[in-house]
């Protein structure tokens, strides 16, 4: 284990039945590192984060996160140690407003009292300002004119503005760790590497943080990524930078239809 080592998976196993969707996996996520998690369809990919964020109780092995065991914990506790996600399809609710839907990626912090948001009103108010403020600059960091659409519903937004709301609705809490699920879906070429740009930057910008994209877009990964983990039927069957794990015969095999 690298002592820079931010999330260790140990042996993890999910099964679904007879299925083995992850299988005795071994991985581990380096403190600040943009981490590729790559392989073809089925290969549990997506499966490995609904279990590290707690949407699936593994059936055997264990998770750490900065040292402590995070293994099976509920959804809402992970989200509080620090390990945020976004979603292949879209899980905007596009009748509110952008606002709206950023600051509920940070409800941790939001004094949700009866009586705090009753007879609290001037604190509820300047409470609010400060929050508005805060999602502004967020959304300014990856592009200025979304920022001024603050309180236009998500509806109104072309396909790469959504997915910004919702890699900065999962930032907005100042994770220590960001899972990113094929933010390119749905994207032209042009819209994927302009994304790209804009995580990258807003990356610099804040207070350091991990990455684990998964994403089918090869130049993607080639682009931003420092280390790679290719899964196949749940196992991992290569792991390096991208040169070497393309040059690896498995990969080509398994994931690039090579021979």
Known sequence: MAEDALLVASGLTMRFGGLVALDALDLE?????????????????????NVVTGLYNASDGSIAFEGGDITNLSPQEIYRLGITRTFQR???????????NVWAGNFRNLDQGLIHNLFRRKTLRAEYE?????????????????????????????????????????????????????PSAGMTHDETAELMDDIMQVREKLAPFSIVIIEHEMNVIQRITQRCVVLNYGEKIAEGTYAEITANPDVQVAYLGQE
């Open 29 to 49: 996520v380096r403190s600040r590192e943009v981490l590729g998690l790559i392989g073809p369809n089925g290969s549990g990919k997506t499966t490995f984060f």
């Open 90 to 100: 879209s899980r905007l609710s596009l009748s509110l407003s952008v606002f709206d």
């Open 130 to 182: 400060r929050a508005v403020e805060q999602v502004r600059a967020l959304l300014a960091t990856f592009d200025a004119h979304l920022a001024d659409r603050l309180f236009q519903p998500a509806a109104a937004l072309a396909m790469i503005d959504r997915r910004r709301v919702e890699i900065c609705r999962a930032l907005i809490s100042e994770p220590r760790l960001l899972l990113l699920d094929e």
